[in-house]
């Protein structure tokens, strides 16, 4: 509703080339045009004598336009009864499918693409986070959206790990810890026996050469050890309410021909320098070192799979986007100047920056690491212990539990904006009184309940009335009003953290509403203009965690 709002103010003013980027939110009203400043500037004017010329001069036909006032320059505009009303209908009509667009066009949304040497840690997740709820933001603005896990099957880990599986076994616990464990287990015995690092790095570098050309025996090998880690990291993933479509492996790319195809077009553009490994320069771009995409013994690396793989993007979407950890920011710009060489499109790229905890750095390699299992589990514990007096039942009280602990963990790696770093502390990310999912969902339950108490006592027909909207309902009612425009902002920015703030400003101003205003003891004809407030602020409520992946619950 308040895209079209603004598509209306936009209009009034369309005789003096005013477009979005003069058109802004106000905290002095719905929507401000700055166009006088530029044009005053231009003119050597006052920008208030320029904007009351302006608004003179506007041409109003939209019914969703209430008022116009000029303050100091700025030409301010505030929303009609008619559109309050028409926002608050609306909202109830659409229901599950407020705030739905229809953008149209594609996307693929790579994300996570964790190496498979052991369980995701809390870094990845961030990852898995933003890049979900940027696949469910995608698909509400009608984008037909595909996700990608790209399984990294031929690094130096995997040959490793197929090593100490050999050498150590492999335990019956989740498949990607028992993974681990024995990824873990042959790099502590390269520590530990120097002697043997020359006879293993040999026998590494023959295990990822015979997997790139093809053996049999070591595809299986590899695959076996893939899989396990992918199993565990699903089960995982299914528990924070993630999934992806397609598991895109690296080594396809070896096998389909797409290597050989970017090679074929990096050398036919006289890019590559062939002296013993093959090399790109791109000195000229402010690189100091070479990228090499072939090495002397005829393997490939990660970079030119990752080429080929773009290769394939570019033939197969419109738009692609990936998320990567800031860590990865050499290899990534690396990435798209070596595609924009050849006349490819880069990727759309969102760089996060990490996630620590109390206890520290993490590497899987030296075993020091907090697992999201872990992680998951601890926050299920704390979550359980503040809702285990509560009036449920066991099952209830675990289901609970659950969608607190998940929308915790998901809720806090994603209101901070991808590129700054993140201290996970559970006990605030869990405190149902500071500005967390759980406060979201608390908002959420109290409006199911204020409408549950209403239904038992004969709730009439819901019937809102613009004409009596208190300044907060008003300030309520053009906030739910905005939805869909953020929902689209995302889309174009890639901050789904903009969501995460609009809904806790939902969520912290109907709470506002409903202890200053009463709404179940209010005479009948403001009781039934209440309730429908109540109830729209349910509906955006629901939606708005369904996007960020969290369950709307309607009993805390």
């Known amino acids: 509703m308040f895209r079209r709002f603004r598509s209306d103010v936009i209009e009034s003013l369309k005789k003096f080339d005013v477009d979005e980027r003069f058109v802004r939110e106000s905290e002095h009203a719905d929507l401000a045009c700055t166009i006088a400043f530029k044009i005053a500037k ?28 000029v303050v100091n320059g700025y030409i301010n505009f505030f929303a009609s009864l008619e559109f309050l009303e028409d926002t608050v209908n609306f909202i109830l009509d659409s229901d599950e499918n407020y705030g739905s667009l229809n953008l149209g066009g594609e996307v693929l949304i790579e994300h996570t693409s964790a190496n498979p040497d052991g369980p995701l840690h809390i870094g ?20 037909d959206v595909t996700t990608h896990y790209y399984v990294n099957d031929m690094g130096r880990q995997i040959a490793l790990t197929v090593l100490g599986i050999e050498k ?39 295990l990822m050469k015979s997997y790139e050309e093809g053996d049999e025996k070591t595809i299986e090998l590899f695959r076996d050890v893939v899989n396990r880690a992918l199993e565990g990291a699903k089960e995982t993933l299914r528990n924070l309410n993630i999934s992806h479509d397609e598991y895109v492996w690296e080594s396809e790319f070896i096998r389909n021909n797409y290597v050989d195809r970017i090679i074929s077009m990096l050398d036919e553009r006289g890019l590559i320098r062939k002296n013993g490994a093959w090399t790109v320069d791109l000195s000229d771009l402010g690189y100091e070192k070479e990228v090499v995409i072939r090495r002397e013994n005829g393997t490939t690396l990660y970079v030119t799979r990752d080429l080929a793989y ?87 009280k675990k289901d ?3 969608a607190v602990a998940v929308g ?16 996970f502390d559970w006990k605030k990310a869990l405190d ?15 409006a199911c309940s204020i409408l549950r108490k209403a239904v038992s006592e004969g709730m009439p027909d819901l019937e809102f009335a613009a004409e009596l909207c208190t300044p907060l309902e008003r300030k309520l009612v053009m906030l739910l009003s905005k939805f ?73």
């Open 408 to 423: 915790a963990l998901r809720y806090d790696f994603i209101r901070v904006s991808p590129e700054k770093p993140i201290t």
């Open 42 to 69: 231009e003119r050597g004017e006052k920008p208030q004598d320029v904007a009351e010329e302006i608004a003179s001069q506007l041409s109003i036909e939209s019914e969703y336009i209430g008022s116009v006032e």
């Open 124 to 143: 990845h997740i961030r990852n898995s986070i933003i890049g979900d709820i940027l696949a469910r933001m995608f698909r509400k603005a009608g984008i």
């Open 484 to 556: 869909s425009a953020v929902v689209e902002r995302v889309v174009k920015e890639l901050r789904p953290n903009i969501f995460a703030d609009y809904v806790m400003d939902v969520a912290m101003n109907f709470n506002d509403f409903y202890t200053q205003h009463p709404v179940l003891k209010a005479e009948t004809e403001l009781r039934m203009h209440r309730l429908a407030i109540v109830d729209a602020c349910r509906i955006v409520l629901r939606n708005g965690l369904e996007l960020l992946g969290i369950e709307p619950l309607e009993r805390m």
């Open 432 to 446: 149902f009184e500071r500005q967390t999912a759980s406060y979201i969902q608390y908002s959420h339950a109290r």
């Open 400 to 402: 609970v539990a659950k």
């Open 168 to 206: 150590f076994g492999i335990s019956n616990e989740k498949p990607d810890h028992a993974v681990a464990k024995a990824y873990i287990a042959i790099n502590r015995y390269l520590e530990e026996h120097p002697e043997e690092r020359d006879r293993i790095e040999r026998k590494v570098e023959e």
């Open 310 to 396: 773009h290769l394939w993007k570019n033939e197969n979407f419109e738009r692609f986007i990936n998320i990567l950890g800031s860590d990865h920011k050499l290899i990534a710009n690396q990435l798209s100047d070596i595609l924009k060489l050849i006349g490819l499109k880069p990727p759309e790229i969102v760089f996060f920056e990490f996630v620590s905890l109390p206890e520290g750095s993490m590497s899987t390699r030296k075993g020091k690491f907090i697992s999201a299992d872990e992680l998951i589990d601890r926050v299920y514990r704390e979550a359980y212990e503040i809702i285990k007096n509560r009036e449920f039942s066991k099952e209830e």
